[in-house]
């Protein structure tokens, strides 16, 4: 969310700034400099706005698939194409759930025993989840960066 | 508003004048267009003047100082613009009154008219239009006498170049103690339009951020995120906007 922020703050200045030239004005170091506190401020309430709604969601989420063994996840196709939902791990498969606010449903369950390895999954060199590779594919799963490693540890215990 | 009429009286008022002088017989197209095209050029001079040495009409004393040397050549047009100034002062603090500007009643009812034509346009262009129309129905009209042809010609042909004159250089007509300053300044033209393309382009930026975002948030993923970043996104953008132009504004105009 933070790359998000800071991406919002550099497209929000370079609109100030073509909307500055576009009104004819001179352009100025001043000016730059007051699109750039703008922008920051704006990449700075997006942020907070998303904490809020993400929050919410997680909360609705969880609530519904309450008394599951549930970890929030997301199943990662691309950088612009994830679904939300939850790894919930029983004791034979390894199932994601997507939840009803995503456009496209999803349900993977996967045997245990299928399992080939799973690895940590980075993303701009940062820990965001796992991946795990059966026979046929390799699913990427967004996980909480504090929970990717011994959820890794448990499915390992299991296959 | 305030200032622009100030502005139009004391350059109709110092044209008409300077023009008695030299009484034409009969008037002709060619010299109202001739007329035009060098009031253009005066004021084109002037307001290039005052923006090289950072006057604007807001100091009238300024003004008139550099009225003064741009018109040094002719002493008696300099005495007429001097005395156009004052007198449009004194007639700028009641807009809303009949005072009399022009040298005679008759004179007066008939600017007074084509005032009030004139405030039921909200276009320039119309505006303009207008006084061309204005001026030929008048050349050709036998109503008149030469010498109120001659002013009313005057007056026409200078509210003409000066609505040119004024849309021009919008940076140099404000009042610091009304709502012209902001006019000038600029902050309500096209405000509203800004803000309205800034909150979509806001919100469309925070659909991209949302679902950049989103799809590496656990729970998340790209459609809540595109959702929320575009109600963010517009939000934020809203907010940020108006505070941007608002400060931007203020810093233009205390230049």
Redesign the interface.
């Known amino acids: 969310?933070k790359?998000?922020?800071i991406?919002?703050a550099i497209?929000?200045a370079i609109?100030?700034l073509i909307?500055?030239l576009l009104?004819n004005?001179e352009f100025s170091y001043?000016?730059l400099i007051?699109?750039l506190v703008?922008?920051s401020?704006?990449g700075f309430?997006?942020y907070k706005?998303?904490r809020v709604?993400?929050t919410y969601?997680?909360k609705v989420?969880?609530t519904k698939f309450d008394g599951l063994n549930a970890?929030?996840?997301?199943l990662?196709y691309?950088?612009?194409?994830?679904?939300?939902?939850?790894l919930e791990l029983s004791s034979d498969f390894l199932i994601f759930k997507?939840?009803s606010?995503?456009?496209k449903n999803e349900l993977i369950q996967i045997p245990y025993k299928s399992i080939k390895r799973v690895e940590p999954f980075f993303?701009l060199g940062q820990l965001?989840?796992l991946k795990i590779f059966t026979e046929e594919k390799c699913v990427r799963l967004?996980?909480?960066s504090n929970r990717a490693l011994p959820i890794l540890d448990e499915i390992k215990n299991r296959f | 508003m305030k200032k622009l009429m100030l502005l139009i009286v004391v350059l109709i008022s110092f044209s008409c004048s300077s023009l008695n002088e030299e009484p034409v017989p009969q008037i002709e197209m060619e010299s109202v267009l001739v007329q035009k095209k060098r009031l253009d050029n005066d004021l084109k001079e002037l307001s290039s003047l005052m923006r090289h040495q950072g006057i604007t009409f807001e100091s009238s004393k300024d003004f008139k100082n550099l009225a003064n040397v741009f018109f040094e050549k002719n002493e008696i047009e300099n005495k007429n613009f001097e005395e156009s100034f004052e007198r449009s002062l004194s007639f700028s603090q009641d807009l809303g009154s009949s005072k009399r500007v022009m040298s005679s009643p008759e004179l007066d009812i008939l600017i007074s008219d084509i005032n009030k034509e004139i405030k039921n346009f909200n276009e320039y262009d119309q505006i303009l239009d207008y006084l061309d129309e204005k001026i030929v129905r008048i050349l050709s009209s036998d109503k008149f006498d030469v010498s109120v042809k001659e002013k009313l010609l005057n007056y026409l042909v200078f509210q003409s170049v000066f609505l040119k004159f004024y849309n021009e250089n919008l940076d140099l007509i404000y009042n610091e103690k009304s709502n012209s300053r902001i006019l000038a300044c600029g902050v309500d033209q096209g405000t509203a339009l800004d803000i309205g393309l800034a909150i979509w382009g806001g919100a469309l930026i925070g659909a991209g951020s949302g679902a950049l975002g989103g799809s590496v948030v656990p729970v998340v993923g790209t459609t809540v995120g595109a959702l929320g970043g575009f109600l963010v996104g517009a939000i934020s953008s809203a907010v940020l906007t108006t505070g941007y132009t608002l400060v931007s504004q203020a810093i233009q105009c205390s230049k």
């Open positions: 969310m790359i998000s922020s991406a919002f497209c929000l609109l100030f909307s500055g009104g004005k001043v000016q007051i699109t703008f922008a401020l704006g309430l997006f706005f998303m709604i993400i969601v997680e989420v969880m970890e929030p996840a997301n990662y691309s950088i612009f194409n994830s679904i939300g939902g939850i997507s939840h606010f995503n456009l993303l965001k989840g967004i996980l909480k």
